[in-house]
């Protein structure tokens, strides 16, 4: 297709197949639980007078989405009894991790955090039970929108998703919070009912993502049927001893707890920082988590149990394809593109919320300019954003997400050297949120292009979970930075760790030997 022929809004029909459409209500479905566990949960938590130290642990309810890529495979490749052959392999997960998720938010519904211990375990073990299959969810969502739509469509779905996405936020979070608040329940007067109800029309929200489950057809796959080459038996092994290797991650957590706290304190003391201490800290205990889970695994895995040809499928050959598909090259740039692309616009949102209450904003200016007005240039943003990756192609609109979203941070400057103008803040936040959402739709359209059709759910998994987390550990330096070089300068640091992401975009672009890996996938 020529783009130069084409009138923009020649594009908008693509907005109204039914493929696109779709998307809204999964990007509904995959958003809404996400603040039930955090912001929303945090609050209720707290109204409920719950130690502040303990409110922090329901932050592991979390980890699933770091570290979904590890049953992926299961999800994109296990059968489910009776379901499969009814709906499909995609559908029927779908229909069965939504099934969890409004199980779990119904259990929390049910659960009054300020009943002693055992309310709060209770709690806690629902929460964990909400991220899981929310995460799970995500798994499934991706890898029916990149089987369900050809890629000269992915960046409307994914915009479209993107959408349903922050909407479903918006009812978790702002709609949670304004359903507890006008049943009477606040930090002066506790009360239980309030939450009970809202998070009880919250799993009622839930339905749609099960309607629309019902209603859209199965993606046509050309994948080989594993029902042929492995039995039932093949895949509950491997369930068991992924659910058994889990238990040993989440038992080091748990044995951990008090060693961990310890050394944090005395590695603060010996670094005369806390904020690194925890980091290391954290790290360390993960990544001891991380290994016992292997080790247990493998450990079942060469004592037979499991079938190591479906190991092999499962995780060895998606991670071998994507590195036989391209060269070392291209291998290094495709990583640090992934792991780099948000850093400028994640390690600034951290900060933010506190920026704009130093800058003298009140909470009602945050909640209505940089919540609700943000939101909608948010959306905005993802609209425009897959509209010029349809009329440009994918990794120019790459460029344009990228270099916007470095070049708006540098207006947060605008903020911190004059007034709390409320009249700046609007500017600020259209033109950061705008670049956002263009740059988000962008990436996701891009990563999609990456993934093999045969390796979906894991691959997507693996490039979803990488994108984050080196700006998120960056991120949790974001405060460190403010406090020693000050606001004004602090952004500029932001807007600078963008300029190495333009330089490996054009890259990218200048490979013809990656085009060619990537030939109709329409990424020029």
């Known amino acids: 297709m020529n783009s130069d022929s084409q009138n923009w809004l020649s594009y908008l029909p693509y907005l109204w197949k039914p493929v696109v459409i779709r998307m809204l209500f999964l990007g509904f479905s995959a958003g809404l639980p996400l603040l039930l566990i955090f912001s929303s949960l945090s609050l209720w938590l707290n109204e409920a007078g719950v130690n502040k130290s303990e409110v922090t642990y329901f932050s592991w309810a979390a980890l699933g989405y770091s570290f979904k890529f590890i049953w992926a495979p299961l999800v994109g490749s296990m059968p489910i009894p009776f379901l499969t052959q009814r709906l499909g392999q995609r559908r029927s997960w779908l229909l069965l991790s939504q ?8 259990a929390m519904a049910l659960t009054d955090p300020a009943n002693g211990e055992n309310g709060l375990l209770v709690m806690a073990i629902a929460a964990v039970a909400l991220g899981f299959s929310s995460a799970t969810q995500d798994i ?3 890898a029916y ?9 992915q960046a409307l779905m994914s915009s479209m998703y993107i959408t349903g996405y922050r909407l479903g936020l918006i009812a978790a979070g702002a709609g949670a919070l304004f359903l507890a608040d006008s049943f009477g329940s606040s930090m002066a007067s506790y009360n239980y009912s309030a939450w009970r109800t809202s998070y ?5 929200l839930m339905c749609s993502g099960l309607i629309t489950t019902f209603f859209i057809p199965e993606p046509v796959s050309k994948k080989i049927d594993l029902n042929s080459l492995f039995s039932y038996r093949d895949h509950g092994a491997l369930l ?3 659910i058994i290797a889990v238990m040993g991650f989440v038992g080091v957590f748990y044995l951990s707890a008090d060693i961990t706290q310890q050394l944090k304190i005395n590695l603060a003391k010996l670094a005369n920082n806390t904020e690194l201490a925890a980091i290391l800290i954290e790290g360390l205990r993960l990544t ?5 889970a292997l080790l247990i695994a493998k450990t079942i895995s060469a004592s037979g149990f499991t079938n190591p040809k479906l190991l092999n499928y499962f995780y060895i050959s ?8 391209y060269s070392g090259r291209q291998i290094l740039l495709l990583l640090a593109l992934i792991s780099l692309y948000r850093i400028s616009d994640i390690v600034l949102g951290v900060i933010s919320n506190v920026f704009y209450s130093d800058m003298g904003f009140s909470k009602t200016d945050i909640a209505a300019v940089v919540k609700t007005f943000g939101l909608i240039m948010a959306l905005a943003g993802g609209f425009l954003g897959g509209l010029i990756a349809l009329k440009v192609g994918i990794i120019p609109a790459l460029f344009i997400g990228a270099l916007l979203s470095s070049l708006t941070n540098l207006l947060f400057m605008v903020l911190a050297n004059g007034s709390a103008s409320i009249e700046v803040l609007y500017l600020v936040i259209a033109a950061d949120n705008l670049s956002a959402g263009i740059a988000t739709t962008a990436f996701v359209a891009f990563l999609s292009s990456l993934v093999n059709i045969s390796f979906t759910a894991m691959q997507y998994a693996i490039f979803s979970s990488t994108m984050t987390l080196f700006p998120k550990i960056l991120g949790g330096y974001s405060g460190s930075m403010v406090t020693a070089v000050g606001y004004p300068n602090f952004f500029i640091i932001t807007f600078l760790l963008g300029i190495p992401v333009l330089f490996l975009i054009a890259m990218l672009r200048l490979d013809k030997t990656f085009h060619a890996t990537n030939d109709g996938k329409e990424c020029n």
């Open 99 to 106: 099934m969890a998720i409004l199980l779990s938010i119904v």
């Open 140 to 142: 499934v969502i991706d």
């Open 145 to 153: 929108r990149i089987e369900s739509g050809s890629v000269k469509v």
């Open 200 to 204: 009880l029309v919250m799993a009622a």
């Open 240 to 242: 068991v001893t992924f």
């Open 288 to 292: 001891v988590g991380v290994c016992v």
């Open 318 to 325: 998606p991670v071998q394809d994507f590195f036989q598909r």
